[in-house]
């Protein structure tokens, strides 16, 4: 008879709760048996471990064996279990010695060679294990991933040269960690831009206070460019936003390259995208595009060309900044604070408003196509402008050249290290109480945003928003106070779209 017991980790979403491997090897006629909710992939490492312990000069046990993977009310699945069973099993039957095992946790799935191979969702593991003061054992595959955690982790090739590491026979040397720390460069450069004056002057803002932004405009005016050069402009994520977003690559298995963690990501799903790609799902819940714009932009072209149904539940992620996908055989939670993107066509023929286009759509077709999208949704969007066709002069490429996005960016960090400092976030994120104390109006500020809310309609989360846009251009311009110039750029920035052109459209219909 013998026991050995060893840590490992399961999957959950981005978490990652501890299992305890206790394997048991007593007398009786052989048999292999693995129990505590296993899926078929860990079913099947009897089969893998077999072929491993024997391929490497080991002896496999003719005993009973027992596998058993706590807590037994916890789902596992996958082949990250492999390496923690075939060294419980040499273990327990005394061909190795090893100690101490509590201190050490276990990962990765064998070759019948007994090669290690890399398995998916290691760093929210590592991040567990580094914080529990474990030394992590991972495949050679992993260790760039893992040591992100600032952990030690061992990386291992073979289960042969596992075995020698914990012997002390022939140690393994730990990885090192690969996250740098300057701003990565590279990307495109808002120098490209030009024209679209009012255009740039909004992404510095979403991008200075974390706002979403719709633009409206024909087709080939630059609204696309605007966008995919937004993460150039941001400022670079902090190493705990870092590796929040990495976790969630983790869980797919896709990690970007080491000199790349600190670059925001931007995530531009095409508008034939399901809820489920969009949100995350599946009978074992995968992160969705929401959630691998984690830090960073999420890019919606042609937003009312994507269903309504599918644009309908980002309104939850939006507001919470997370998403939690429940199934029958499982829940799990992702981050999903994202700044949202999107641009659109003014009409479905796209050349409504346009000065040297006519536009061949009815005010009915006009109306629809503008109802794909909800009020609610878009009363999360703190700024709508329209991008109307640069001026002739932008067309010429030996013309003065814009601002780049170097430039942009100094601006950019320096107010929201102001927001930082003042309120721990970012404008877009405060809560109703912070923007009582934060965003304070004078009495012709006030006066003013009152005559915009008669005017316009405005909710009161719209309210709210356009006094978080407001306190973001007072930080831009490097003031204490919230001016009335400032609302009035706030609200020229919000647009009167859909409400009051959509009245006027109405109007127009019945003369």
């Known amino acids: 008879m013998g026991l050995a017991i060893l840590k490992s980790r399961a999957q959950l979403g981005v978490d990652a ?39 490497v000069g080991f002896k496999f046990p003719q005993e009973r064996i027992t596998v ?73 595959a992993n260790a760039a991933e893992a040591a992100l955690a600032a952990g030690e982790v061992i990386p291992a090739r073979s289960l042969l040269q596992v075995t020698a ?12 960690r690969a996250l740098k720390e300057q701003h990565p460069a590279g990307g495109p450069d808002l120098a490209e831009v030009r024209g679209q004056r009012q255009a740039r002057r909004a992404l510095e803002i979403a991008a200075a206070g974390g706002h979403n932004l719709l633009l409206v405009g024909p087709p080939g005016t630059g609204k696309s460019m605007l966008a995919e050069r937004m993460p150039g ?111 659109m066509n003014p009409c479905p023929c796209g050349y409504l408003g346009d000065p040297l286009a006519d536009c061949a759509c009815s005010v009915e077709r006009v109306a629809n196509y503008r109802g794909r999208i909800s009020g609610p949704l878009l009363d999360r969007v703190d700024i709508r402008i329209e991008v109307g066709r640069p001026p002739r002069a932008a067309y010429r490429r030996d013309g003065e050249k814009p601002e780049g996005s170097a430039g942009v960016r100094r601006r950019v960090e320096a107010a929201a290290e102001r927001q930082r400092t003042r309120a721990g976030c970012l404008n877009a994120r405060l809560g109703t109480g912070e923007i009582d104390r934060y965003c304070a109006l004078d009495d012709a500020g006030h006066g003013l945003l009152d ?61």
Do not use: C
């Not at 090897?25 to 077999?50: H, N, W």
């Not at 799935?109 to 580094?130: F, I, M, S």
């Not at 309908?312 to 429940?326: D, K, Y």
């Open 17 to 55: 709760p501890e299992v305890t491997i206790e394997v048991f090897l007593s007398g009786g006629l052989p048999g292999f048996s693995i129990v505590g909710m296993a899926e078929t992939a860990v079913r099947e490492s009897k089969d893998r471990v077999r072929g491993a312990i024997m391929s």
């Open 68 to 140: 058993s993977l706590g807590p037994a009310d916890m789902r596992k699945s996958g082949g990250r279990f492999d390496l923690a069973i075939a060294l419980g099993i040499l273990a327990a039957s005394g061909q190795v010695t090893i100690a101490p095992l509590p201190a050490r946790e276990f990962y990765g799935e064998l070759a019948l060679n007994g090669d290690v191979r890399r398995v998916p969702g290691l760093l929210p593991a590592a991040l567990k294990a580094a914080a529990a003061g474990r030394t992590i054992i991972t495949p050679a």
């Open 165 to 176: 590491h914990l012997n002390r026979s022939k140690r393994i040397r730990p990885a090192r």
């Open 233 to 343: 402009i941001m400022p670079p994520m902090s190493e705990a936003e870092a590796i929040e977003t990495a976790a969630v690559e983790s869980v797919l298995g896709v990690l970007p390259d080491p000199g790349r963690w600190l670059r925001r990501p931007f995530r531009s799903p095409h508008h034939t995208a399901s809820a489920a790609a969009l949100v995350g799902g599946g009978s074992d819940p995968r992160p969705g595009e929401v959630s691998r714009a984690h830090n960073g932009v999420l890019f919606l072209d042609e937003l009312p060309e994507f269903k309504r149904s599918v644009l309908e539940v980002l309104r939850e992620p939006l507001e919470a900044g997370a998403i939690t996908i429940s199934r029958a055989a499982a829940q799990a939670d992702f981050p999903a604070r994202f700044q949202l993107i999107a641009a």
């Open 451 to 511: 005559a915009a809310t008669d005017r316009l309609g405005l909710s009161v989360r719209a309210y709210h928003r356009v006094l978080r846009v407001a306190r973001t251009v007072a930080d831009l311009a490097g003031t204490q106070g919230i001016a009335a110039a400032h609302v009035a750029e706030a609200l020229a920035l919000r647009g009167e779209w859909p409400a009051a052109k959509r009245r006027a459209y109405r109007d127009s219909a019945t003369m």
